[in-house]
């Protein structure tokens, strides 16, 4: 069976968005909107995985559907919604739950991270939840996602999913006149590499939202004054640049900081170093505080723009999630013929 190129991919309301989302991810999806249809979402299901505040998640919901906007994907092209009002994302996690078996779930590293020690009161939303988001990706037939490395374990899950509902009702998806597989075995989208931004104070640590400083983490939101501030009162060390990146190695600060300047200026660290290779921080760094001013300013102030307009937010997302349920309905109608269920 042809499938259509169609990407799925999405980000969690469960705090604000920060320098290392954009360049991560949020930044990466603009320019598949050009070779894929695109859907991108706001996976407030899987943010309640733990406990939110409700009013938390309503903000954050709306700053990461502004933030896909301001970084350039255009809702008219892309589909931009949040996942809660497509209620087919729960109906196919829930089929998906008695497809997947305990083994697999039980050997999610994530799971294992986030819950710890304290595993018996962690909620059963935790321990499935990749069941769900397997639900989020073949919901829509996707046959690819822009996935991090933390996240290719679940991918393999979800490919483990289909291959498993395809093999266990091959003869009731053949009932329908489907002759191949009902569910695509969906691939990793290669990207080109993602920036791992760390710590400003810490290069041995992600960038993070539960830093104890203030100055260690570029929020969205921050602004052209704010960014500058803490770009310029980043950790270094007292070596100047090197000129090749191998000079980097052992020096976790300074290769984070010439890591957000070549993404940011997309450019190679090698590229970079041409220029400030046996330069001082002195140089560098206000340097690197002009260019994130230039780029996440306007960002800054579109995703204020669009958030302080909430009638806006809630069309866009009304005809997002209308146009994904087109895509989701008939599919999941199908998924109740092949299991059984009667309509």
């Not at 930044?27 to 938390?56: G, K, N, S």
């Not at 329908?176 to 104070?201: C, H, N, Q, W, Y």
């Not at 909430?310 to 299991?339: C, F, H, N, S, T």
Request: hydrophobic share 45%; glycine share 6%.
């Amino acid at each position: 069976m042809s499938f259509t190129p169609r990407v799925f991919s999405g980000i969690k309301p469960s705090g604000d968005l920060h320098l290392g989302n954009y360049l991560g991810a949020i930044r990466r999806f603009v320019p598949l909107q050009d070779t894929h249809e695109t859907i991108y979402c706001v996976v407030d299901m899987h943010a309640i995985t733990v406990w939110q505040d409700p009013e938390d998640l309503k903000r954050w919901t709306y700053e990461i559907a502004a933030a896909y906007i301001a970084a350039g994907v255009d809702p008219a092209k892309s589909i931009i919604f949040n996942q809660s009002q497509v209620v087919e994302h729960a109906e196919l996690s829930w089929v998906f739950n008695c497809v997947a078996r305990m083994g697999w779930m039980a050997r999610m590293t994530q799971f294992k991270d986030k819950a710890g020690e304290n595993s018996e009161n962690v909620s059963l939303g935790l321990f499935a939840y990749p069941s769900l988001m397997a639900a989020d990706i073949l919901l829509y037939k996707a046959t690819a996602v822009p996935v991090g490395e933390d996240q290719r374990q679940h991918l393999e899950l979800t490919r483990d999913i289909a291959k498993k509902f395809n093999h266990d009702f091959a003869k009731q998806s053949k009932g329908l006149g489907i002759k191949d597989d009902f569910f695509p075995i969906t691939e990793t989208l290669a990207t080109g590499p993602a920036m791992r931004v760390k710590s400003l104070k810490d290069g041995s640590k992600k960038m993070s939202k539960s830093e104890a400083s203030d100055l260690a983490t570029i929020y969205m939101m921050d602004d052209a004054d704010l960014i500058a501030k803490k770009i310029k009162r980043a950790t270094s060390d007292a070596e100047p640049l090197p000129t090749e990146a191998a000079g980097l190695e052992g020096r976790p600060e300074a290769e984070n900081l010439v890591g957000i300047y070549a993404a940011l200026a997309n450019l190679s660290v090698d590229q970079v170093l041409a220029e400030y290779g046996g330069k001082g921080w002195g140089a560098f760094k206000p340097a690197l505080a002009d260019l994130s001013v230039t780029v996440l300013a306007p960002i800054a102030d579109e995703m204020k723009r669009l958030v302080s307009d909430k009638g806006e937010m809630d069309r866009i997302l009304r005809d997002g999630a209308d146009r994904a349920r087109a895509i989701a309905q008939p599919i999941m109608a199908d998924v109740r013929k092949i299991v059984g269920f009667v309509r």
